[in-house]
């Protein structure tokens, strides 16, 4: 442990008693993580990602050896990353299944390799995949699909888990980046800007463009990898579940430490952003549209008691019921699903979550998660807010639900509770 807090050296925050809330900045606190794309907490620009600091504070602060770490909505797997630095056993859990790879990419062992071949190898592959999407050729010119299919086709066919995983990163992004979606754009999205990239990359020598693209995220999946090594992961228990529907799955066994970001309440939509890799990996379209469903908050999900009065205040005050039920849904789903959980979990719980509007008015999210842990006898230590610097959002001009202009989210919370002894 103290090993691992002179590589990540963490300084403490004042504590303001009184309201219970700081002021901090997750950057400046752990010293040893220089930036928040530093090593491999930042391969893939998976929305609304963790900063590694945040998860090294909590781990520095209040993990003690032999500990174990659980994080039920980890998208990305930033909880497992930085877990493995510290020497803690970890479970994840995702509804969407790139969680497991993604996460296997960032904590894989650097190995040296010889790109250019291997760019050769799959230049001159004889075979192909053709992912099984109906709107194929809504997202992609004809031109390309050719080498996207034989680059794919070598891919699948690759018998070495490490090379494939080597692989797999910079391949999604160099194929998004040959397809119509506009990557500024938070989801899956066409615009004119993307069409603009499309038609600039086919009056280009786009082949030589696509290798060339390939072989520097590559590069920066080896120099991520050493510097991630460079932290000395330990060889920990990990279990990494993506598919997992949290609203409605159990932990077999007690943990520790609960961390997680949950999905925000205008911030959905995650299926959405990653079919286009989950059909590439393979993924079916009936499976991907079952994923889709099970997202919070459009679902329709079981009520359960939410205990906490600002809530209960809100509710009142939303008029439209569309609008009541979106509010509902998501706080049956999110605190549905982590009132289960927490009944196993031994010491702390640590929700990040960001303040949220609805038809412009603010809802303190950190808040009703606090009362509502504190009434089922959880002791609200106290919420760090942080302000978002580059933590990659959805950010809806209009709010779905309501049509509305929605202020964007500038801070964010970690909300810290303990069991009561
Ligand atoms: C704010 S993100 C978590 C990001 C994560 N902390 C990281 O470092 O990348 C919320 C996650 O909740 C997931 N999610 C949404 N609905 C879910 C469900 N029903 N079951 C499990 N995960 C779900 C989304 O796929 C998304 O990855």
Known sequence: MEKVRETIGIQKPLLVEETKEEEVSFRRLVKGIPSTTHATFALYRYPAKFIPQVVAYVLGEYAHPGMTIFDPFAGYGTVGVVSKVYG?????????????????????????????????QMDTFHGEFIPKWSNLDYWFPQEFLPLLFKAWGFYHSVEEAWL?????????????????????????????????????????KWQDLFYRKLEENINSTFRGTREYWKLSPKVVRAIVKGGVDTLSTGLDEERDILITSPPYLQAQEYIRQAKMDLFWLGYPEAK???????????????????????????VE???????????????WGVLGALTRLQEKVSSYLFLFVGPATLRAKPIPIDRIFAEHFTSLGWVHEVTLRDKIVARRMFFYHNNPATGLNDQRMRTESLVVLRRQM
Not at 101 to 107: P, R, T
Not at 111 to 118: A, D, F, G, R, Y
Not at 317 to 331: A, M, N, P, W
């Open 164 to 204: 494939k995983l080597l692989l797999v990163i910079p391949l999604l992004k160099t194929t998004r980046y040959f397809s119509y979606d506009d990557m500024q754009r938070q989801k899956l999205s066409r615009s004119p800007k993307a069409d603009n990239r499309v038609n600039s990359l086919l009056a280009s």
């Open 317 to 331: 005050q939303i008029e439209e019921s569309r609008l009541r039920v979106t509010f509902e849904r998501y706080f």
């Open 288 to 314: 991907i549209k079952e994923l889709n469903k099970q997202e919070i908050p459009y679902r329709s999900v079981a009520p359960c008691p939410i205990l906490s009065k600002t809530y209960v205040q809100l």
């Open 88 to 120: 803690y056993d970890y479970e994840l859990w995702d509804l969407n299944p790139l969680l497991e790879v993604l996460h296997a990419v960032a904590v894989m062992e650097p190995k040296e390799i010889n790109v250019n071949s291997l760019l050769l």
